[in-house]
């Protein structure tokens, strides 16, 4: 299994501190997300119904009908590659990396094959100068948008140019090519979404509750595409993808459009001070989003190390070099880190 931050327990076993006594800045979720409401007790005693509404908030919330829930965007990162065989497949890289790994690791012998006849993919990880060069040579192209962990974002002009080179070349060599965005930390500039464009062949889209709203735990994400495209997903993933209450709760996170205003404002702000107080003590972020920060730093483990000795768990990164900050959570937690930073700094 891969590493994606988190992980306060096993920090606590290897530091020697306590799980209470971390500040956890490894995730990259807002710190300040959701407040969940009362949860109806017939939620835990049912099974989840598609018709509680569910479909119709996010589909008000991210502008498109063509959409399936699923239990977090994992859910569908690791479905795809299972959705047809011999792909070459291109991800655009640095980037998340259970992208690549779901669709290299299913086509991998093992002694006790989890499928009986595995699809055998080939996956490259390409810098955007690679990528532009030969798109057209590769069936999919998965790109993470804003990326995780630089915060580099490809323009909507930049994929519609994308998408019609793989239609050109659709036609010239035949197939079917796919262009797939994850778009999880999208939701404080929805304005850049390509959501709007699902729906024909070739686009897919996820998202997910866990950053922008907080709620990793509750595994809600969606994916946007074509109708055969999901309802093939919906056949392979089974009924009941996500709990009854995971559902209400996403129903009504997505329809308090006053908390997603307010809760962008905020987390402009708060962008803002995690950047100058990492510039303050001279680590000045390259990238990120309203979300978290990224310092390209070549000795990312001492680092790393030095935070976690102050009881403090960030993000790193080892190929390219760097470290990964989320936000704090209240006065206490930017006191906190700004006294770690100017321990660490001297």
């Known amino acids: 299994m891969l590493n ?82 011999k792909f070459r497949v291109a991800v655009l890289s640095p980037t998340y990396s259970e992208h690549a790994h779901s669709w290299g690791f ?45 915060g580099k974002i490809i323009s ?29 930390f999208m939701d404080s500039t929805p304005q850049l979404s390509m959501i709007g464009e699902t729906g024909k062949p070739g686009l897919i889209v996820l998202r997910s509750l866990g950053k922008f709203f907080g709620l990793a735990g509750a595994r809600v994400g969606f994916v946007f595409g074509w109708p055969e495209l999901l309802d093939s997903m919906r056949q392979l993933l089974g009924p009941w993808q996500i709990s009854g209450p995971s559902r209400h709760v996403a129903k009504n996170c ?27 003590y001279n680590l000045t972020p390259i990238g990120g989003t309203t979300l978290f920060k990224w310092v390209k730093v070549s000795r990312s483990k001492e680092l790393f190390n030095k935070f976690a000795q102050h009881g403090i768990l960030v993000r790193r990164f080892s190929d390219p070099g760097g470290i990964r900050f989320g936000l704090p959570g209240d006065k206490d937690q930017w006191q906190r880190l700004e006294s770690t930073l100017k321990s660490i700094s001297k």
């Open 156 to 184: 909507k002009e930049k994929l519609f140019e994308w998408r019609k080179r793989q239609a050109v070349a659709d036609k010239a060599f035949g197939g079917e090519r796919w262009l797939i965005v994850d778009e999880a």
């Open 106 to 150: 299913i086509g991998k012998k093992h002694k006790k094959p989890f499928y009986s006849t595995p699809p055998s993919h080939q996956v490259e990880q390409v810098t955007l100068r690679e990528l532009e060069k030969k798109i057209e040579l590769y069936d999919a192209v998965v790109v993470v948008n804003p990326n995780n962990p630089t």
């Open 254 to 280: 997505l329809n308090d459009t006053a908390w997603h205003v307010e809760t962008r404002s905020q987390l402009e702000e708060k962008q803002k001070q995690l950047h100058n107080m990492l510039s303050k």
């Open 4 to 85: 994606h931050g988190g992980g306060i327990q096993q920090a606590a076993l290897t530091f020697g501190l306590p799980p209470k006594k971390w500040l956890d800045l490894s995730t990259g979720i807002n710190p300040i997300g959701w407040s969940i409401p009362h949860i109806p007790a017939d939620k835990w005693l049912r099974l989840p119904e598609d018709e509680d509404g569910l479909l119709q908030s996010a589909s008000a919330y991210y502008g498109s009908e063509n959409i399936l829930p699923v239990a977090g965007s994992q859910a569908a990162i690791q479905v795809l590659s299972r959705l047809t065989e």
